[in-house]
């Protein structure tokens, strides 16, 4: 019976997760479709029931989407370029400089339409449940080639950004729970950077409070690539320490079981609201109260039952949720730690001396695994020494995190706090130092930025499928998952490695500006106009593995372009003091380009391959390529290429250089709702 709940379970998140990419006219059609093929299947006398747990879920799941789609989305989407008056409560607010900060609301629009809004407003002291009204020109949120916005807040339920027409009125709220839980997770977040201090203090508050702003780029990317950038999304891992604090601190209580469950879910609750309430931490909550509430009726938690059922409850009134990287690799985890990694672990059923330690090893690759398919569809990077370092790092995380919760139960006030948050802080400094080498490695992290990276992944992961429903044995299914994950890694590395030696140069626009990369072997240099679209170069370098920018050249003050990059550009090696003006440059040859400067004009030539930029082009047979830098027109062949027609979102193109030839094609981020 459990394995049927889970069926059918998994077959209306699968079936949700897929109705977030179609449309509310596709959405409906499949309906019927699968309301038929209900109708066949109860024609058929041969696994009756399991076609009906599969089709039923599938097509409740396209009915909850097509319906959010129809009566949420597209009547908050109605305000799109219009104005409008908001009213309702502050629940988010981050500081953009000392006086501006964005703000998102929920409330509604006109008086009727609920909505979450993101506003940008200048800084009054604004806190958590305070009450905002406003009249605000409205605009829908939108990718660029700098940040995918618009995949980012939908996955968050907020459509619209807001701007204060003619200014805004803001009411300090009454007594509330959450903002006084939001207050404290501020607080101590507070004084851990002031007691700590430094990355140490911001990794340690991090951990706890679930606020990355504090801590360096440069040590966000080094952790990633480490693989242990996860212990800063509050899951799991966080809910679990905390649970056994509490418990343990509740079993001395001498309270009866009911009345310890009632307060641990009351504390569970609580942290949740600490941390952020981030689909994770949120995620993590309502598995640790099914399990508890199991528990208490003494019934044993199936594992993927109740992963299933967290789905459900967490995407069938939020089905926006359904794509949030957060949940998606949260999830993820939680299935490959309970799930999939005891098979592998039984399955071969090493008993030597070290069998803890590689049964941990074993545990560790089957996470990598499993959440492999998610880092390619919303990251530019994924580690691959991931497993290795979790095993060494996580323990000192996770002996921080607990040192921390401790200082945080006194108010991180007293010398007894003060002592255990420095101690957190020593225990800390090791894993930034080794990460800092560790990062700064070419083979310890794959770049996903190449179409045969997403290719072969979901090609793996289709065939394990298969093999898992087909065979439906667990022989067949590790040895599947073991020979696809091989030949992935060998695929991948040749095919990086031999691509890297191509020579191919990158055109960026935006804002009415441009940036150039020429690449060759991971190396880059790049050409910028004003530096107005450096995030979208940095942002490219990285999911291509660039481990190397030999120079930046700009058509303006060298000093402005040098700062936007100096700091950007902490994931790979770069020399500011490379940092040049193109008036002070005739021309370079680096990297096997050979760069000609004319004013705001250049020549790039490769091989014989030479192409011609500048703010206006005509049609000339004398060069193999033309960029038309204000426009973002690229004529080549004959032929013309639009990278971008709006300068607000921008595009990008891969030119790769071939003797007296060009080939063209337009990179597109995200994966787009």
């Known amino acids: 019976m459990r394995r049927k709940t889970a069926l059918a379970e998994i077959s209306f998140f699968a079936a949700l997760f897929c109705a977030s990419f179609l449309s509310v006219k596709l959405n409906f059609i499949l309906v019927g479709f699968f309301a038929i093929l209900c109708g066949v299947a109860l024609l058929i006398k041969n696994h009756r029931k399991i076609l009906l747990l599969i089709l039923i879920p599938s097509a409740v799941a396209f009915t909850v989407y097509g319906s959010f789609l129809y009566i949420n989305y597209m009547q908050v989407m109605e ?63 939108q990718n660029n080639v700098e940040f995918d916005g618009k995949d980012y807040n939908y996955t968050k339920g907020i459509f619209l950004n807001g701007n204060a027409v003619d200014g805004y009125e803001i009411k300090k709220g009454g007594f509330s729970l959450v903002k006084v839980i939001r207050n404290f997770s501020d607080y101590t977040y507070e004084r851990i950077l002031r007691t700590v201090g430094g990355n140490e203090g911001a990794f340690l508050g991090a951990m706890l409070c679930g606020n990355t702003s504090d801590l360096d780029n440069s040590v966000k990317t080094n952790l990633f690539r480490m693989g242990i950038g996860h212990i800063f999304s509050v899951s799991g891992t966080h809910l ?33 609201i600490f941390a952020g309430m981030s689909p994770s931490v949120v995620r993590a909550a309502v598995m640790t109260t099914i ?7 003494k019934r044993y938690p199936d594992p993927l039952t109740t992963i299933g059922l967290c789905a459900v409850i967490m995407t069938v009134f939020t089905p926006y949720q359904v794509r949030n990287p957060s949940f998606l690799l949260s999830l993820a985890g939680a299935f490959a730690i309970t799930c999939v990694a005891p098979l592998f672990v039984n399955y071969i059923n090493y008993k030597g001396k070290f069998a803890k330690t590689f049964n941990t090893f074993i545990s560790m690759c ?55 948050l420095k101690m957190a802080g020593l225990v800390i400094k090791p894993v930034i130092v080794v990460s800092q080498y560790i990062g700064r490695s070419a083979v310890c992290y794959i770049p996903l930025g190449y179409d045969i990276v997403k290719i072969s992944v979901f090609t793996a992961l289709i065939i394990v499928i298969i093999v898992s429903v087909t065979k439906k044995r667990t022989s067949a299914v590790i040895r599947s998952t073991a020979i696809c994950t091989a030949l992935l890694f060998a695929v991948l590395s040749v095919y990086i490695a ?8 990158y055109f960026i626009s935006y804002k009415n500006s441009y940036v150039m990369v020429l690449n060759i072997d991971r190396k880059a240099v790049i050409i910028d106009k004003d530096a107005k679209a450096a995030d979208a170069c940095v942002r490219l370098l990285q999911s291509k593995g660039i481990t190397q920018v030999s120079a930046v050249i700009t058509f303006k003050e060298a000093e402005n372009v040098r700062a936007a990059y100096n700091e950007k550009l902490n994931f790979c090696n770069f020399d500011s003091d490379n940092c040049y003006n193109a008036a002070n440059v005739n021309n370079i040859d680096v990297l096997g380009f050979e760069v000609i400067f004319d004013n705001d004009e250049l020549k790039i030539s490769y091989d014989n391959a030479v192409i011609y930029c500048s703010e206006e082009t005509s049609v000339s047979s004398e060069y193999d390529c033309m960029i038309d830098t204000d426009d973002g027109v690229i004529l080549y062949d004959d032929s013309s290429f639009d990278v971008s027609s709006d300068s607000n979102i921008g595009g990008i193109a891969e030119i790769t250089v071939k003797s007296n030839n060009m080939r063209v094609r337009r990179i597109n981020y995200g994966i787009g709702f």
Do not use: H
């Open 291 to 297: 399990i508890n509430l199991s528990r208490a009726a």
């Open 498 to 505: 031999v691509l890297s030696k191509k020579p191919q140069i």
């Open 240 to 272: 679990v320490i905390i649970t056994l604090i509490f418990g343990f601190i509740l079993e001395l209580s001498g309270l009866s079981r009911r009345k310890r469950l009632f307060i641990l879910e009351a504390i569970v609750i609580a942290f949740t």
């Open 366 to 420: 089957v996470i990598w695994v499993c959440n492999l398919p998610f880092c390619v569809m919303f990251f530019n990077e994924m580690s691959i020494v991931s497993p290795v370092m979790n095993m060494i790092f996580v323990p000192l995380c996770t002996l921080g995190l607990v040192l921390s919760v401790f200082a945080a139960l006194t108010g991180c006030t007293g010398a007894v706090a003060i002592g255990l």
């Open 79 to 141: 305000y799109d370029g219009k104005t409008a008056e908001f009213s309702g409560e502050i629940t988010n607010g981050s500081y953009i400089s000392n006086d501006l900060m964005t703000v998102t609301a929920k409330g509604k629009i006109n008086g009727r339409t609920k909505a979450r809004v993101t506003f940008f407003l200048a800084d009054k002291n604004i806190e958590y449940g305070d009450k905002i009204t406003l009249m605000a020109e409205f605009s829908a949120i």
